[in-house]
């Protein structure tokens, strides 16, 4: 009994510190979610936490000073004498607060303590990152004025075109190396997975420049075949050793079966191989679409930084140099990157784990 115990103890303290990590994690995304519906002016006025309902300073009443009052000496209000400052930033008394609502026509709000929400969402944010169009945008004063869009969606359309073959490609080939390393026999074969699985500890900006040297020469800089060929030949490596691990675990009494029968390797590469190796498959091409779509040093070396070949990581950091200030832009934009990701994963997450686990336990 005191082993049971012990064990559901250490059960909960992990569940808790378990809860308390993907909290940590959700809050932020939580808020970069509603952030990217807000209005301009709200964002800039409050928090975006204020969308729930919370205690907050509600008007009840206006009070008119009068028109010869002087606002650079103290301030006469109801008997009591206050500063310009202090009505600015707003002063409590006797549970109410003071603030000026127009310090010109010398009119100030009488504001007291409430339940409120702030929910004014929009889909401007949106439009307007994905757009390279103009918009009017209100601020915070009521003033408007007029911006252009970042025209995200062609960066979006950029990184996809790369993403998928850069993702396909390596995975395809590297299925093919870790059949080939598991179970089939040539000369060098131990000396070529181990120089492999070496090339896994070499940092990738070791190559970009001798890389970059033979794409100039080749005249594949600047072309998306160039982005595919170096994020396939960064990514072949990891991938091939993963898929070599689960392949390498399948029952050597199917392919003795399909040998028998008459079968080539092709055949039973594309006929068991494959099918068997779904939940692998689909493991690390998440891994490797990751990689690629948020990908900024990798494009930006062999696809140049112009906006008409410009993926999102690029047209991101451009935005945070250029316009910080914009917080609907840049929450729009960052949650714009995050949806393939999450998409991504969301379909393939139930081979996630298995593609994982596979080849760690031989059975």
Same mark, same amino acid.
Not at 84 to 108: C, F, I, M, P, Y
Not at 309 to 327: E, F, N, P, T, Y
């Given at each position: 009994?005191?082993?049971?115990?012990?064990?559901?103890?250490?059960?909960?303290?992990?569940?808790?510190?378990?809860?308390?990590?993907?909290?940590?994690?959700?809050?932020?995304?939580?808020?970069?979610?509603? $952030?990217?519906?807000?209005?301009?002016?709200?964002?800039?006025?409050?928090?975006?936490?204020?969308?729930?309902?919370?205690?907050?300073?509600?008007?009840?009443?206006?009070?008119?000073?009068?028109?010869?009052?002087?606002?650079?000496?103290?301030?006469?209000?109801?008997?009591?004498?206050?500063?310009?400052?202090?009505?600015?930033?707003?002063?409590?008394?006797?549970?109410?607060?003071?603030?000026?609502?127009?310090?010109?026509?010398?009119?100030?709000?009488?504001?007291?303590?409430?339940?409120?929400?702030?929910?004014?969402?929009?889909?401007?944010?949106?439009?307007?990152?994905?757009?390279?169009?103009? !918009?009017?945008?209100?601020?915070?004063?009521?003033?408007?004025?007029?911006?252009?869009?970042?025209?995200? $969606?062609?960066?979006?359309?950029?990184?996809?075109?790369?993403?998928?073959?850069?993702?396909?490609?390596?995975? =395809?080939? +590297? $299925?093919?190396?870790? !059949?080939?390393?598991?179970?089939?026999?040539?000369?060098?074969?131990?000396?070529?997975?181990?120089?492999?699985?070496?090339? =896994?500890?070499?940092?990738?900006?070791?190559?970009?420049?001798?890389?970059?040297?033979?794409?100039?020469?080749?005249?594949?800089?600047?072309?998306?075949?160039?982005?595919?060929?170096?994020?396939?030949?960064?990514?072949?490596?990891?991938?091939?050793?993963? @898929?070599?691990?689960?392949?390498?675990?399948?029952?050597?009494? &199917?392919?003795?079966?399909?040998?028998?029968?008459?079968?080539?390797?092709?055949?039973?590469?594309?006929?068991?191989? &494959?099918?068997?190796?779904?939940?692998?498959?689909?493991?690390?091409?998440?891994?490797?679409?990751?990689?690629?779509?948020?990908? !900024?040093?990798?494009? &930006?070396?062999?696809?140049?930084?112009?906006?008409?070949?410009?993926?999102?990581? @690029?047209?991101?950091?451009?935005?945070?140099?250029?316009?910080?200030?914009?917080?609907?832009?840049?929450?729009?934009? +960052?949650?714009?990157?995050?949806? @393939?990701?999450?998409?991504?994963?969301?379909?393939?997450?139930?081979?996630?784990?298995?593609?994982? @686990?596979?080849?760690?336990?031989?059975?």
């Amino acid at each position: 009994m005191a082993a049971k115990s012990r064990r559901r103890g250490s059960k909960t303290v992990v569940n808790i510190v378990l809860g308390i990590i993907c909290l940590i994690w959700l809050i932020p995304t939580l808020g970069l979610f509603i $952030s990217s519906f807000r209005p301009a002016a709200d964002i800039l006025q409050s928090g975006w936490w204020k969308v729930f309902p919370h205690q907050g300073w509600q008007t009840k009443d206006t009070l008119t000073l009068p028109k010869e009052t002087d606002l650079r000496e103290p301030i006469q209000v109801d008997g009591r004498t206050f500063s310009d400052e202090q009505l600015k930033a707003g002063v409590v008394v006797d549970g109410q607060r003071l603030q000026w609502e127009n310090r010109r026509a010398r009119t100030l709000n009488v504001q007291e303590r409430g339940w409120e929400a702030l929910p004014n969402f929009t889909l401007d944010n949106y439009r307007n990152v994905l757009s390279g169009k103009e !918009y009017k945008l209100k601020q915070a004063d009521g003033s408007e004025t007029i911006q252009k869009g970042t025209g995200l $969606s062609q960066a979006f359309l950029n990184t996809l075109t790369i993403a998928v073959p850069a993702t396909v490609i390596p995975v =395809l080939i +590297a $299925s093919f190396a870790a !059949y080939a390393f598991a179970w089939l026999r040539f000369p060098g074969r131990k000396t070529l997975f181990v120089a492999i699985i070496a090339l =896994l500890v070499i940092p990738l900006q070791v190559a970009l420049i001798p890389v970059l040297k033979d794409y100039t020469a080749l005249g594949l800089n600047g072309s998306y075949l160039g982005i595919w060929l170096a994020h396939t030949a960064f990514g072949l490596p990891l991938v091939t050793y993963f @898929m070599y691990n689960f392949i390498s675990q399948l029952p050597r009494d &199917l392919f003795e079966s399909a040998f028998i029968d008459g079968a080539s390797h092709f055949t039973i590469f594309s006929r068991l191989i &494959l099918p068997l190796s779904v939940p692998a498959l689909a493991s690390i091409g998440i891994f490797q679409f990751l990689w690629v779509w948020n990908d !900024y040093l990798v494009s &930006l070396i062999f696809i140049g930084n112009q906006p008409s070949v410009q993926v999102i990581s @690029m047209k991101i950091a451009d935005l945070v140099g250029s316009r910080g200030s914009d917080w609907h832009l840049l929450t729009s934009a +960052a949650f714009i990157s995050m949806l @393939m990701p999450l998409t991504i994963f969301f379909l393939l997450q139930k081979y996630f784990v298995r593609g994982l @686990m596979g080849g760690s336990v031989k059975g």
